[in-house]
């Protein structure tokens, strides 16, 4: 398991940055630290809004700055953010790339990506109350199945075997192998959510979170197994032509 290290420089105007070993992509990268605040209020007729935090006071934003579609934050809600230097004061700071935060149930602070999310469609709603199950014990990395008791939606990831159509190809985004899909079958209907998530410098990052069980790693993942490709060997993605470079479709295994 790769660990995610994380230290602090820092910028002309005092802000620390982190660098993140990203475990998905193997790439490390620098990113502006993150905030933690209670929302104070909004002013939606002005479209801004104030977090209150220890660290900056209170710190306004522009509704604009909301990172997930949709997310309508409410009054004393925990945000995610990051600051930048006020235009406007001198010595003051403005709230950015506002996100929305989850709480486990051991109180640990989870936050998606700003990029690259790798949340599946129609799995968010659920989070809250998947990850109010989990207990991270400050381990570096967490992985959880979280069944319910009926269906909730459909996995992607299903069974082949020889008489399946199978090809290989890249998916769409920060991916650094070929993966296998299957065109002649449909999803499979789920009662799971799978997640893992990644610990930073003072919260937890959602690595992934999709419908149905945990699927081994990919073997073009440098952390993959034996196992792993005995997997995939008999299990693929159905295939989608929305999130893969067709430009690289290939009916021969590249792994």
Not at 148 to 156: K, N
Not at 217 to 236: G, K, V, Y
Request: charged content about 25%.
């Amino acid at each position: 398991m790769k660990e995610n290290h994380s230290e602090p420089i820092k910028t002309d105007f005092n802000e620390e940055l982190e660098i993140i070993h990203d475990s998905d992509s193997g790439c490390q990268t620098k990113t502006p630290n993150i905030y933690f605040g209670r929302l104070k209020s909004i002013l939606s007729i002005q479209g801004r809004g104030y977090i209150s935090s220890e660290e900056y006071g209170e710190v306004h934003f522009f509704l604009s700055d909301l990172v997930q579609k949709g997310f309508e934050p409410q009054v004393n809600d925990l945000l995610a953010f990051q600051v930048k230097p006020s235009t406007k004061k001198i010595g003051g700071y403005v709230a950015k790339k506002i996100q929305k935060t989850y709480i486990t149930k051991d109180e640990k602070i989870v936050i998606d990506k700003l990029r690259n999310s790798h949340i599946h469609n129609g799995v968010e709603p659920y989070l809250s109350d998947v990850l109010k199950n989990i207990i991270c014990s400050d381990n570096e990395e967490v992985i959880y199945s979280n069944f319910f008791d009926d269906y909730i939606g459909f996995s992607d990831c299903v069974p082949v075997n020889d008489t399946d159509e199978i090809i290989y190809a890249m998916r769409k985004g920060n991916r650094k192998g070929y993966t296998k899909f299957v065109k002649n079958k449909e999803p499979l209907r789920t009662n799971c959510i799978f997640i893992a998530i990644n610990l930073r410098s003072n919260y937890y990052q959602i690595s992934t979170a999709y419908f149905g069980e945990m699927a081994e790693r990919e073997p073009f993942d440098e952390r993959a197994t034996p196992i792993s490709l005995q997997f995939w060997q008999n299990h693929a993605l159905v295939f989608d032509s929305e999130i893969i470079d067709e430009r690289t479709i290939t009916e021969i295994c590249p792994w």
